[in-house]
């Protein structure tokens, strides 16, 4: 029982710590896909949890079932054989570019917060991924078992300082202008984006996972993990609507509110998400490029983290707003099919 407890939150915890990445932790993503749209920004958040505690499971189950290697193989299930190969491809474009973002907004935090250097915050954070990724998916598990459960007790202290503030029950009454498909369609598309990208590294630990329950019991308590941090930040942001709009870093900003020590930990936090994220991208670029190119991991991993290095160049904000919308859109296809797809033998969930 207690061994499968302690899978059971490796999975949740890697599962929350590859979703929550810049935007999210930032209050980026949660501002645009929910907060936005006023009271429902939080029945959309629900909708946006349940797909994230359904279609987690339904995705490493069938690569538990399949012995998938890397995520191509779960795409080769959804699209079959030529077509799984080239919307690889394109996955492996849109990782990358997600880890050029990952690294940008590392090198970000380092220059506007830690007087250090865009080029060597950049430089420190390739180190520490290199460093780290040496040890695989153990050091992937390792990290998130740390930084996740720092981030849900943050998480905690927003919702207890956000309840104690005026205003707080303004997530109830916002309004918005947006059209109703706008609104509606934020839940698909974020959930699309988020679950398309984390099986770069959810593929092959649902691969090394061999109990199906272990597995829904993962997703379950990783899924509303991610729905309870969405929720929390979507209360907090809504009663600083709209100015918190202004923000690069909207959570930040509710931050500051409780003293200077604690957004300093904040900032710290936000960081290490990204460093997770970027650790677990690297991972199943990796992953995914060996069985190509076959090449050792380790030169891979260098390679792969040179040429993020060299797209980092064009900077944080430019690359999010860019890439992140185009990489939604596109993976509402991939969402669908995963949604269709007949769950595997034995699926109870």
Known sequence: MMKRTSKVLQIAFTYMGT??????????????FFTRFGFPGAITIIMATLMFIWLGAKMMLIA?????????????????????????????????GVCAVMLAGAGSIFSENWNISYQSGLLITIFGCFLLLRKGMNAILAVNAIVV??????????????????????????????????????????AAFNLSMAQAVLVPLGAEMRDRKTIIYGSWVGGIGIGFMLIAGHVALSVYMPGIQQFAIPMGGIA??????????????????????????????????Q???????????????????????????????????????????????????????????
């Open 256 to 289: 500051r509110e409780l003293g200077h020590g604690v957004q300093w930990i904040y900032i710290f936090l936000i960081f290490a998400e990204i460093f997770t994220t970027l650790i677990a991208d690297i991972y199943g670029l990796t992953l995914q490029l």
């Open 291 to 349: 069985e190509r190119l076959k090449i050792s991991r380790t030169l891979l991993t260098i390679i792969s983290l040179a040429c993020c290095y060299v797209a980092s160049q064009i900077g944080f904000g430019p690359l999010l707003s860019t890439l992140y919308p185009l990489f939604g859109l596109i993976s509402l296809g991939w969402l669908v099919l995963l949604i269709r797809q007949r769950p595997p033998a034995g699926d109870q969930s």
């Open 64 to 96: 538990s079932d399949i012995r998938a290697k890397s995520y191509e193989d779960v795409n080769k299930v959804l699209f079959g054989d030529r077509y799984g190969r080239w919307v690889s491809h394109f996955m492996l474009l849109m990782l990358f």
């Open 19 to 32: 979703i929550v990445g810049a935007g999210f932790a930032t209050g980026q993503e949660i501002l645009q």
């Open 149 to 190: 459960p720092i981030m849900l007790l943050f998480t905690v202290l927003i919702i207890i300082d956000t309840v104690q503030t005026p205003g707080s029950d303004r997530w109830l009454i916002l309004s918005s202008d947006h059209s109703l498909f706008t609104i509606w369609a934020s839940p698909f598309l974020y």
